[in-house]
């Protein structure tokens, strides 16, 4: 057996790279040793160099860090889609998500609105901007820090209301899933992974790169929440 392809990634993708990286292991005796963080830490790992063979995150963080060298040209491909979905603690009342307003609604009446760092974080204070809602909602939502599930912070209470990718919802425990955002104000995210400039094994790691973007990867992807890109 080869040594362990390295592979760097946000949160978002955790559940779904481990289940991929178990399943390629055993199809091709290739371990695949995964490190999973906040995606904004990841990126800067990325950039001081850190030692790995393959990054996958958000395909517009992964674009600028191709742009900048950290990411080997051309050696990106998409591999799944997320969409962005609301927690509330298990046992409280699920709001109404028929349509945006319903959803500016259930933020203006929440005592607080959990969100991330992450796409999602920044969709969410792009939604609160366009509503007028930055010195109310935004003002006293509270930003999980890098790595801390939203999902967790909902469960002790600490939010009402939590929004992230629904691959990160997906079966944590003491929160209930209120269900994705409507189509009229949803945002798809796109998850891609690309070598690293940093990496010794370059060829091994654009075939899994390669796997991960495969027909082979599609179960998996969508157990876990996500749709194949």
């Not at 057996?1 to 559940?15: E, G």
């Not at 500016?104 to 959990?114: I, K, L, N």
């Amino acid at each position: 057996m080869s040594r362990a392809i390295a592979c760097l990634s946000s949160m978002a993708t955790r559940h779904i790279l481990e289940d991929l990286g178990r399943d390629y292991e055993h199809r091709h005796g290739v371990k695949v040793a995964l490190r999973s963080m906040g995606g904004v830490e990841a990126a800067k790992l990325a950039r001081a160099g850190e030692r790995t063979d393959i990054i996958a995150l958000a395909s517009k963080a992964l674009e600028s860090l191709e742009a900048e060298g950290h990411v080997v040209r051309d050696s990106v491909r998409a591999f799944a889609r997320s969409k962005i979905g609301i927690a509330v603690p298990a046992g409280s009342r699920r709001p109404s998500l028929e349509n945006g307003a319903a959803v500016r609604q259930a933020m203006t009446e929440a005592r607080r609105v959990c969100y991330s760092t992450g796409p999602s974080g920044d969709h969410f204070q792009a939604l609160c901007e366009r509503w007028g809602l930055a010195d109310s909602v935004l003002a006293r939502a509270l930003k999980a820090p890098p790595g801390v599930p939203v999902a967790t912070l909902v469960a002790n209470g600490e939010a009402d209301l939590g929004i992230q990718q629904l691959s990160e919802l997906i079966g944590q425990p003491g929160i209930e899933i209120a269900g994705p955002l409507p189509q009229e104000i949803q945002a798809m995210t796109v998850f891609s992974a690309g070598v690293s400039t940093a990496s010794n094994e370059r060829e091994a790691a654009q075939a899994l790169v390669a796997y991960l973007a495969s027909t082979d990867a599609h179960e998996p992807i969508r157990r876990h929440g996500m749709e194949p890109a």
